[in-house]
């Protein structure tokens, strides 16, 4: 978490920008927020957030929205605050990272202007919602996504595009507690998610021939803190196959590490979208002893940086 406040600054002053050419009168760099003195640097960090795009929007009027600009910044430009603002969404507390995602919403909706909500709204879901992003974070664009459901400055169709990705990014949110399945192991014995019982549950939803798979296994083996701490039972690592050719997850599942339990969803539940929203593999849940999810849809580096705070 340390690392990631020292970020933020840097960031915020790499947000600013500068103009890449185009018509002087209407192009811009992005406005960087500013915090009052006043405010706390720990609450500052919610200021910014909450507050992140007011001058952006405020000062749009008359500028150009195109392929290339959105309100007179540059895509490029535009890229680099949407950086800032998705990583600042993910330091926050959830409530305050959604009321963000709403905030930002309602002025969109206030502002009236459809090319503008839709170049904003196109980059946001970049960031928050594509399962390749590393700052991505489901349950703050899921708030998005629900309030825009209900705009006027949408079509029908597009209002429940919306409405079903915001009914999706809501399934299993963060502070929640993580829905129960059955599983069954290496070993043929039936099992559930809540069964399993230690300070802290690693569940990767994944397959064996993912890379990005493999890629997680040899983190966590190679940091010697977190593979102790799973050997010492302090730490669960549960991984899930959620697809259908059984036979060749048999063949494979040998290749996990000793002490992780290894399963497959026998009943697709998991592909259902009916308990957790799997959109790409692979998907990290970090749960605490109660199961809480402290860490939903997570990209490794996150998950390994908030182990190693705790452990």
Known sequence: MRRLLWIIPVLLLASCGSRHGGDESTSRAFPQVRVPSAVSEEDGMEYAALHYWDEFIKGSDGRRTDSLYVAGVSMADMEKAAGTFASL??????????????????????????????????????????????????????????AASESTLLTEPEREAYARRASLAALAPVGSVAPDFEFIDVKGRRRTLHGVRAEWTVLIFGNPDCEACRTIVGVIEEDEALSGSVKDGTISIIDIYVDEDIESWMAASGTFPKGWIVGYDPLQVIRSDSLYHLRAIPSIYLLDRDKTIILKDTPEEVLIEYLASII
């Open 89 to 146: 969404v993910r330091i926050v507390p959830p409530k305050v990272a959604t009321d963000a995602l709403v905030r930002l919403e309602s002025s969109l909706d206030e502002k009236g202007d459809t090319a503008l909500f839709k170049g904003v709204a196109s980059i946001i879901e970049k960031y928050l919602y594509d399962p390749q992003s590393p700052v991505r974070n489901e349950d703050a664009f899921g708030a998005f996504a629900k």
